[in-house]
């Protein structure tokens, strides 16, 4: 299986930037493709980025220009760098992998609260 932890939430002014970190461990050999979800309080939870085990990255409208995703293979982590940060983007961040094989599995972190707020 896959472990995934998140670090980086936490209080920040609108405007200001944060970066998240997501460490995966297990068989990290089998993932394809690592992303970023959140949830707000009362809304579904929502894709924000990913990154294919290739390099192709791909993001939600709503954080286009704002957000970049990167990885650093070596260290088997994934970032999410957010800047000019809103009070919209305020929810609980989810890191998420995909494990191809015989049978395609999903893993989630636990999440990361990211509060903007003055």
């Known amino acids: 299986q896959v472990q995934l932890v998140e670090s980086g939430g936490g209080l920040v002014q609108p405007g200001g930037s944060l970066r998240l970190s997501c460490a995966a461990s297990?068989?990290?050999?089998?993932?394809?493709?690592m992303g970023w979800y959140r949830q707000a309080p009362g809304k579904q939870r929502e894709f924000i980025a990913g990154?294919?085990?290739?390099?192709?990255?791909t993001y939600a409208d709503s954080v286009k220009g704002r957000f970049l995703i990167s990885r650093d293979s070596a260290k088997n982590t994934v970032y999410l760098q957010m800047n000019s940060l809103e009070p919209e983007d305020t929810a609980v961040y989810y890191c998420?992998?995909?494990?191809?094989?015989?049978?395609?599995?999903?893993?989630w972190g636990k999440g990361t609260l990211v509060a903007v707020s003055s």
């Open positions: 297990g068989r990290i050999f089998s993932i394809n493709a």
């Open positions: 990154i294919t085990s290739g390099g192709t990255t």
């Open positions: 998420n992998a995909q494990q191809t094989g015989p049978v395609v599995m999903t893993y």
